[in-house]
């Protein structure tokens, strides 16, 4: 059961965003999140789907149930239709008991960012996915309030910044709406953002048939539809636990302060490094399998 939804229980509050969209690492961020939400490490209280895909809300609601947490709120951008690609296991997991929920009938993706926002003092923010849901609550007069006077920290999978912060990555470069979103966002952002790029995340291998032997179990499920049957890069469940961590030096990282940006253009993402500045990217201190072998502690 879940109870803990409430913007009055103390600890961190946090919203998660994901595209849960052709890969299979959001479904393993996403066991992350419901798992530290299960734990009382913080206090999860919706997840934003930012690519619209015909089975996105029942399939994530599906695998949200499986997790114990069948009444976590679910938004949608419903005009995320453009990313295209082919969800390889949103139907499939949709298969699975769920309670009655469809993209159609979901909240939109900006107004539960508002409403729970609206609901705490303090939140941080995660993203595993595209960032144009994040641009429209900061260019909304509301939700730049909230960002500013609310959010602690926006979490973020995205960029490549392993070339002296210059590079190209998929949730930000993959079409136009995510580029454009992403250069306003990295301008006009009122809080920190702590960025997990491409190269950190891409020789870590998680969700292998060692760590999850059950076919059965809706995470494999979703690994062996996306062909990952021995496991898969691990960007979005690290920067989950990056964010549970809080910790940077912690959670095995040094971070590279700075001004991130990216070129709405082409989405190419750049990087001004200032030790003051109010953006960071992390570089790993550790071998990959000190970041595998913890996510497969979350995962079994
Ligand atoms: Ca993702």
């Given at each position: 059961m879940t109870s803990a939804h409430s913007a009055e229980k103390p600890g961190r509050t946090v919203i998660l965003g994901t595209d849960w969209w052709t890969d299979c690492d959001d479904a393993a961020a996403v066991r992350i999140a419901c798992r530290a939400h299960k734990a009382g490490l913080w206090n999860l209280t919706g997840i934003v789907l930012n690519a619209c895909m015909p089975y996105s809300v029942p399939s994530l609601s599906a695998f949200c149930t499986a997790e114990g947490m069948e009444s976590l709120p679910i938004?949608?951008?419903?005009?995320a239709v453009g990313y295209g690609g082919n969800p390889a296991y949103q139907k499939l997991l949709a298969s699975l008991p769920h309670p009655d929920a469809s993209n159609e009938s979901a909240e939109n993706g900006l107004d539960l960012y508002l409403r729970l926002l609206e609901q705490t003092e303090e939140a941080e923010l995660l993203e595993i996915g595209y960032p144009q849901i994040l641009a429209s609550l900061c260019a909304h007069p509301t939700g730049y309030r909230y960002l500013r006077d609310k959010v602690k920290c926006l979490w973020m999978m995205a960029g490549n910044w392993e070339n002296n912060?210059?590079?190209?990555?998929?949730?930000i470069a993959r079409a136009p709406?995510?580029?454009?979103?992403?250069?306003?966002?990295?301008?006009?952002?009122?809080?920190p953002i702590v960025l997990l790029g491409w190269e950190v995340g891409a020789a870590v291998i998680s969700g292998t048939p060692r760590t999850i032997p059950d076919d059965s179990d809706p995470l494999r499920m979703a690994f062996i539809a996306h062909g990952s049957r021995n496991g898969r890069s691990s960007w979005d469940p690290m920067l989950v636990l990056l964010a549970l961590t809080e910790d940077i030096g912690e959670a095995g990282y040094t971070l590279r302060r700075g001004y991130a940006s990216a070129d709405?253009?082409?989405?190419?993402n750049s990087f001004r490094y200032d030790d003051s500045g109010p953006h960071g990217y992390v570089v790993k201190k550790y071998p990959d399998s000190r970041y595998s072998d913890e996510i497969a502690r979350w995962l079994k």
């Open positions: 938004g949608i951008d419903r005009s912060g210059h590079g190209r990555e998929n949730n709406m995510s580029r454009q979103a992403a250069a306003y966002l990295f301008e006009h952002c009122p809080c709405a253009e082409t989405g190419e």
